[in-house]
């Protein structure tokens, strides 16, 4: 199942995409948030490819929206970094200067 949710994070609007489970019962969720020059994605989906296509990713952990808003970024492609973009803040501050 795929749901779409618009979430207001900082005053902007970030268009969340969960698909549940897609590899099935027990399996994590598959979260993206996208702002207007870039996303946050779940560990489930992959940074090399972001880097490769050259957008503008981060990579936090989580099973929820919520959960992606307040765990830090793990990863950041180049393109998220020189929009200010860095490992260790939260989900809602990378989708701050990723809505800039």
Known sequence: MIQIEMLNVKGQPVQGVRIVA?????????LVLLCKKGYIMCGYLNQGTAEAVKDAAAVVGGSTFDEILANPVKSVSPEAEALGVAVGMTGAEACEKLNA
């Open 22 to 30: 897609p590899g099935g019962e027990g399996h994590p969720n598959m």
